[in-house]
C-alpha cells in the first residue's frame, strides 16, 4: 500500500468523525456514541443515559481497551471511569454537547493522525508527569491549550476489529513516529505485515 493510499485513509477517517461531531454541535444534541467501522462492540451499552453513571464533568468517555487507564485491582461495579493516561484508537466513544465542540476545534485542521492529535488534548494527558511533554507533540497549534476532560469506560465495551482492519493496520505514516514516541511500538516490519513490537 502506497504512502498517498495511507495518508487517504487517514484523512478520510478524521473527516468522518468531524462529520459525525457537526450535527451534535448544530442540532444542540445533549450526547452520541461514535463507533467506527472497525468497532466490534463486546458489551451492550446502558440504553437509558442516566444508567452510564458519567463522572460530572466528563466530556468524551473512550470505549475501547486501547485507550489506556488505570485499571483496577478487582472488578468494578460496571460502568466504571477512569482518567485516560494513554493508548490510541477511537473506535468507539461517547461525546458530550460540550465535547462535540471542542473536538471540532481540536481536529480542525487535522494536521496529525486523528486519534494522536485527539488524545494530545485531554486534560489528563496534558497533566500527566512525565509523559505530558511528549503528548505536546500531537497538539492543534490552533487549539493548543483546549482541554478536554477525557475518560475511558471499565471495562471496555468496544473492541479494534483486528488484523483485517483497513483502518487501524494502514497507519498514517505520521503515526509511526508517535507510536515509537508516545507508545513505545514499532509498526515498521520488512516482511510489510506491519506487526506492533514494542520496544524494551
Known sequence: ESWAERTRKGGACGGGHVRFLEPIVRGGIPGAVALEEDASVRRAPPHDVADWLLPEDAEIVMLSQRALTDEPSVDPEFP???????????????????GARKLLRVLMPLRNPLDFQMYSHFRSLQSTAGISDYWRLARNPEAFD???????????????AGDSSAIGNSRHPRAHFFCRVLLGLNFDDPAGDHAARRYG
Open 146 to 160: 483546549l482541554a478536554l476532560n477525557s475518560y475511558r469506560i471499565i471495562p471496555s465495551m468496544v473492541e479494534h
Open 80 to 98: 466504571a471511569y477512569g482518567p485516560v493516561r494513554g493508548g490510541a484508537g477511537t473506535e468507539g466513544y461517547l461525546i458530550s454537547l460540550e
